[in-house]
């Protein structure tokens, strides 16, 4: 990619493309009759690791290839922030029905992978350095979203009530927002050190 001039901008906008198209098959899957929707399940959990993929693929080409931007660390955080909340939203709203309120559990594990990455930020600014712990971080996220899309996929064929999915929304939105409150936590245990 760096040989070929492939900027890590170009590579972080990508990565934004396949979350909508991921997105976007999440919620055909979820309203595609009989086994129709298998494929668009699986196409969804495919776009979430080419996401991954492009996420790891800008920083190799900025830092090793020597293709650093003074734009570049927006590029790398934005597109992620939305990339999340589509993912986890249309997940949501795939498997929406009146009674269950999956599209809420897939925008308050979206505002949570926000919030995160919010505090991480913060954290970043105030000492200098990223916080990546979990027990929900990004990749833990999108491990989970994945596998919840592939088991949907291989689920007995007439069970499309997404209870996998569901529950997989479930333990990201707890988990995020755990992960948010131990990074918080660690982030003013940190400045109360310096401060002593």
């Known amino acids: 990619m760096s040989r070929a001039g492939i900027t890590p901008n170009a590579i972080s906008a990508t990565s934004l493309v396949f979350a909508i198209l991921g997105g ?3 919620i055909i899957a979820g ?3 009989e086994g129709a929707w298998v494929v668009f399940w699986l196409v969804g959990a495919a776009m979430i690791q080419l996401r991954l993929l492009c996420n790891l693929m800008d920083g190799m080409v900025a830092i090793e290839g020597g293709h650093k931007t003074p734009t570049g660390e927006l590029w790398n955080e934005i597109p992620d922030r939305f990339a999340d909340v ?3 939203g249309c997940a949501g709203l795939a498997i929406c029905h009146s009674e269950d309120h999956a599209d809420l559990l897939g925008a308050a594990a979206g505002c949570a992978a926000v919030m995160t990455a ?3 930020a913060v954290g970043a600014s105030l000492t200098g350095r990223h916080d990546f712990c979990g027990p929900c971080a990004k990749p833990h996220r999108m491990a989970i979203l994945t596998l919840a899309a592939i088991l949907t996929a291989i689920q007995p064929l007439g069970a499309t009530d997404g209870r996998i999915m569901w529950w997989a ?8 927002m755990l992960t948010f409150f131990r990074r918080t936590l660690r982030l003013a245990a940190e400045l109360k050190k310096r401060e002593s």
């Open 118 to 120: 919010y505090i991480r």
């Open 31 to 33: 309203h595609q009759d």
């Open 24 to 26: 976007a098959s999440f």
């Open 169 to 176: 929304l479930a333990v990201i939105a707890i988990g995020t």
């Open 86 to 88: 589509i993912l986890l």
